[in-house]
């Protein structure tokens, strides 16, 4: 007999104690064993967790990674971000297409592939790179999507995805038996601070011998600075958490880089997530918090069995759980979220909403999470790479980690690096390094430009290749993509103001409509129709959708246009035309008429040439 | 005990407020006018439509979620947030598709009302005309999702006021739409005509069958006087 919707929601609702903060979890589970989460299980849903449906619904439909519509059993998930799309995405796309004989969007008939792209699944430097359910598959050609796609139909049954197409294991942890993944790490340059050979735990030792208040003064007087972007003062953070007067306080570690081109995270994942987790205990013993998330985007679900058995080793032990190291009273553990494909629950208070199992809004600050947050209680929220730099402040003293780098900006910086060079992967470089040298370690020969900090960030010219990657310069989560001579950077800019369309929430005007009319305008200029007065438009646009925005998203959304607009002014102005007098420019007079002929079935007298084949 | 007056500046003048309160109740009180869409009384602050962008000593903030703090510079009817509510203004215009001229709640509605006080003829943004189905399942309310500008006062209302959950948002982005609590439509929920979540609808996307031109237009709300004179001279209201 055939699973209903019923029971089976009925059995994973039961698994996580119909608590329906945990929706996100049991939808995921939900659509793994039926499918997809359909109308009867949003139905079951509601009545189990006691919730109104059109929220199950609202939540269903918020992530890419959720369907109300039944999919094939193999998703195939190009990545079609910029760097991929640099190196042959759209041809690996066409192939695709081809071979399977559906579009993307499409499910084929016999049920077994369906065909979709995904934003940025954290493999630029191994681009193109697509996800088939589960498994990365990097570095992919035409030829060999059509290989895999032939290898999966020859055993349609297979039980191990990862069996049929890794064909070799990356590098390092990669090969692990739990992750069993063809990523390489490429990891180009390890400096002093993440990568360094270090003593396992010390940190944590020495910062259960303090006090917490110690603890925060040590992470202070380090000069720690939030690595995902932001750089807020880590100890500030956690001294508000921690002074927010509660029962109970959660410390988040925010594993889901999503800026396109962002992929440091996925090496730290892979080869220090001890030293993450020792980081996030330090930061659970420093604000008083007994419980821990990571939340892990759902590109990186390959490496979840891996960093579960690290917890569980972590917790036999005697690192996580009760009285940590034998310290009494100490408890702390960590639960791992997994995402469902939405870059903007990477924002903070986003990812706070996705963890309580809700649609990945953005909250109203204040309060902030420090006051507020996860489930209404004080939480520290920090990015991956800081958590990392905590043990080894502990570890090495704070003295020592505020003598790397430069004096406002102290410790080092991995660095995302893709695009056109011949040595794309992380780099570990102190920050106040100049974007030059980097250009020159990773073999870019003669860039046009670099787009710092993904596309929430600035594209450079090369004027600008002397400045230095701090957080009072160049300031950036890490992601650095090259574009060489040839490249288009207006075209590359409405790429990224794709991206925004595609993963803004939607719950402000500024950046639901803004965004969309943004691109409309860039894209019209694209296509040789602008005039003068669209530059202007532009700037103003950009600048409403910037000030008037609810959280980050919409605050930098517009920095493509922005910088472009200030770094490749030549370039929107070669591909201006002059209208014709009391003509708009761009307005073509005969596809209108066939346009306005076509919705209302007549022909337009004297205008038949202009655009019968519409 | 008398809880402390505090004390801000708007555009200049020194106004009073409590401590607690949101930089709009505080501005209301004081006959300050800071437009607004998404906020209705009686309703917890969303902060979506973001018409009521004010700066706070020099940062843009929603006057509608933001707190009064003490000696707060706050800047609300300046030139540039006069362009900058516009240009919001007319982005929920383009957005739907709005049709005032044969629109039920013309002269009621307060996106064209603001839109009439921002001095907007046309938009001047390239319009989307998106595909939206309504939905008329319910024998006394009808959602014309066109005219739908995603303020969630319904959605807040239903839930705040009527101790119902009609209705709720799916999707996101720009393809964000509002849903009812059935898969069936709202003729499944049990929405009622008279619920505070329909009257909360600050324009025609959800009307009250059959009684679309009872009052005629030239006799309703923004006839008679603009949007915003309610709160800059409320001695003038009934």
Not at chain 1, 19 to 38: E, T, Y
Request: charge should be neutral; charged fraction near 25%; aromatic fraction near 6%.
């Amino acid at each position: 007999m055939p699973t209903t919707a019923e029971t089976a929601v009925a059995t994973i609702c039961a698994s996580f104690g119909h608590d329906r903060a945990r929706l996100l979890d049991i939808l995921q589970s939900v659509q793994r064993q039926l499918g997809c989460v359909g109308d009867a299980a949003i139905d079951a849903l509601a009545a189990d967790l006691g919730m109104p449906r059109v929220d199950v619904a609202g939540v269903v439909s918020f992530y890419s990674f959720l369907t109300t519509k039944p999919r094939g059993r193999i998703v195939i998930r190009l990545c079609d971000d910029v760097p991929d799309r640099m190196l042959g995405a759209d041809r690996v796309g066409s192939g695709l297409e081809e071979e399977l004989g559906i579009r993307f969007g499409e499910t084929t008939p016999d049920g077994l592939f369906t065909l979709e792209h995904a934003s940025c699944i954290g493999m630029s430097d191994q681009a193109p790179a697509a996800l088939f359910n589960d498994v990365v598959v990097p570095n992919l050609g035409p030829g060999a999507a059509r290989r895999l796609v032939d290898e999966i139909r020859q055993h349609p049954e297979a039980p191990d995805l990862r069996r049929l197409l890794v064909r070799e294991y990356g590098d390092g942890q990669n090969a692990h038996d739990l992750v069993r993944s063809a990523v390489q790490n490429n990891l180009r340059r390890a400096g002093e601070v993440i990568f360094a050979e270090r003593t396992a735990n010390a940190g944590l030792a020495k910062a259960l011998a303090m006090s917490p208040a110690e603890v925060i003064r040590q992470v202070k007087t380090a000069r720690l600075r939030g690595r995902g972007g932001a750089g807020f003062p880590t100890g500030m953070k956690w001294e508000f958490a921690r002074a927010a007067a509660s029962d109970q306080r959660y410390l988040i570690c925010n594993a889901d880089e999503g800026e396109p081109g962002t992929f440091k995270d996925r090496v730290i994942l892979t080869e220090r997530p001890d030293l993450l987790f020792e980081g996030m205990t330090i930061a659970g013993y420093a604000i008083g918090a007994s419980r821990g998330l990571l939340y892990l985007r759902g590109e990186y679900a390959y490496l979840r069995d891996y960093l579960e058995d690290v917890l569980a080793r972590r917790r036999a032990a005697g690192l996580l759980g009760e009285n940590i190291c034998g310290k009494p009273g100490f408890d702390f553990d960590v639960r791992i979220q997994l995402g469902a494909g939405a870059y903007i629950c990477g924002e903070e208070t986003a990812l706070i909403s996705s963890c309580e199992g809700l649609r990945g809004d953005p909250k109203n600050r204040p309060p902030f999470p420090a006051q507020r947050g996860y489930l209404g209680k004080p939480t520290a929220v920090n990015n991956v790479e800081t958590l990392c730099c905590v043990p080894r402040i502990l570890e090495m003293g704070s003295g020592w980690f505020a003598s790397i780098g430069s004096r406002k900006s102290t410790g080092t910086k991995l660095l995302s690096v893709s695009g056109d060079c011949t040595r794309r992967g992380v780099y570990e470089v102190p920050l106040g390094t100049r974007l030059a040298v980097v250009l020159e370690m990773c073999g870019a020969e003669d860039p046009l430009a670099v787009q710092v900090g993904g596309p929430s960030g600035q594209m450079v010219g090369a004027a600008d290749f002397a400045r230095e990657i701090c957080f009072d310069d160049l300031a950036t989560g890490g992601a650095l993509v090259v574009f060489g001579a040839g490249r288009d950077p207006l075209a590359i800019a409405a790429q990224y103001l794709a991206f925004f369309i595609h993963e803004s929430c939607g719950y402000c005007t500024p950046c639901r409509v803004g965004n969309v009319l943004l691109k409309e305008r860039l894209d019209r200029i694209l296509a040789g129709a602008g005039e003068a007065a669209d530059l202007d438009y532009l700037q103003t646009l950009a600048g409403t959708v910037k000030t008037a925005s609810r959280c980050g998203l919409g605050q930098t959304s517009p920095n493509p246009v922005l910088s472009t607009l200030r770094s490749f002014r030549p370039l929107y102005e070669a591909r201006l035309t002059t209208p014709a007098e009391g003509r708009q420019a761009g307005f073509d007079l005969a596809a209108r008429l066939a346009e306005a002929g076509r919705l209302t079935g007549r022909r337009p007298v004297g205008f038949e040439a202009g655009g019968e084949s519409r | 005990m008398t809880s402390p007056t505090i004390f801000l500046t708007v555009d200049g003048r020194r106004i009073e407020a409590r401590p607690g309160q949101t930089i709009l109740e505080a501005t209301d009180e004081a006959c300050i006018y800071v437009p607004r869409l998404c906020w209705m009384k009686g309703l917890l602050p969303f902060g979506s439509c973001r018409v009521c962008t004010v700066r706070v000593n020099g940062r843009p903030q929603a006057a509608c979620t933001q707190p009064v703090t003490p000696g707060m510079v706050v800047e609300n009817d300046t030139e540039e947030l006069r362009a900058l509510r516009r240009d919001l203004i007319d982005m929920l215009f383009v957005e739907g598709n709005h049709f005032c001229m044969f629109c039920a709640k013309s002269g009621n509605c307060e996106l064209q009302a603001l839109a009439y006080r921002f001095g907007i003829a046309a938009p001047g943004y390239p319009f989307a005309f998106p595909q939206r189905a309504p939905d008329a399942s319910h024998p006394g309310i009808l959602i014309d999702r066109d005219r739908c500008v995603l303020c969630a006062r319904c959605v807040r209302a239903s839930r705040e006021i009527d101790g119902k959950t009609v209705f709720g948002f799916v999707h996101r982005g720009a393809a964000k739409a509002l849903a009812v609590n059935a898969a069936a439509g709202l003729g499944g929920t049990d929405a009622d005509a008279a619920d505070r979540a329909v009257a909360a609808c600050p324009t025609g996307a959800l009307m009250v069958k059959r009684i679309g031109f009872a009052l005629p237009v030239g006799r309703r709300v923004f006839d008679h006087a603009p949007i915003g004179s309610e709160i800059e001279s409320p001695a003038a209201e009934k």
